[in-house]
């Protein structure tokens, strides 16, 4: 999938995400909201202007969230986005409403719905995590203008090949075809074992490029 279709997918598959923003000593405030909308331009979500979260998010411009789907933890496919956020006003309250008829049973008149403006998240960054599959499924995404970061591991030119990470890698996501190995790091679950163990200290980790 492109980063569109994550976001879409987050909106349409999942929808009520737990939010994180920061209060006024920094620490963190989490609360549950529905993404309304996304698009090329973002996710699209609204809050009601007498509200802490709604407070928080114009002193910060910044928020994260995650959504989940799945029966248990071994069907779950986990979405996390983190970016920056824009206030857009009311204007698109109508087409949110459109999408989201449920809407108008908490806010069924024109005048209570006054209280509500619409955020864009518009430019960040996200990580697809899906245990469904066997091994293991992540990607990382960036939409706007953020650049897609992330600390991996990787396998150095000091490898020699002693095969010590095969046997703690819980994944089995290290190829030996190559040299020096390489992690593959769609289905690595970033746990540090091949770090911990590899004698030629050959395994590094860093942020992706």
Known sequence: MN???????????????????????????????????????????LTARGKGFYSRLKKSGYMALTGMKGEDTMSCVAVSVRG????????????LFEKNPYMLE????????????????????????DLSKKPIERFSFSFGQAKAKQEEYFITDACTHCRTCESVCPQGCI???????????????????????????AVIREESK
């Open 3 to 45: 980063e569109t279709e994550y976001l879409i997918y987050l909106q349409k598959e999942i929808h009520t995400v737990v939010a994180a923003t920061v209060d006024d000593n920094g620490l963190p405030v989490t609360c549950a909201i529905d993404m309304m909308d996304a698009d090329e331009n973002g996710l699209y979500f």
């Open 84 to 95: 920056r956020v824009k206030e857009l006003g009311g204007a698109l309250l109508p087409r």
């Open 106 to 129: 908490i806010y069924p008149t024109t005048e209570s719905q006054r209280a509500l403006t619409v955020f864009r998240l518009y430019a960040g960054m996200g990580e697809w995590f």
């Open 175 to 201: 190829d030996f075809t190559f040299k020096p190995a390489v992690i593959r790091q769609e289905h690595c679950l970033h746990c540090g074992r091949c770090i911990e163990v590899c004698p030629q200290g």
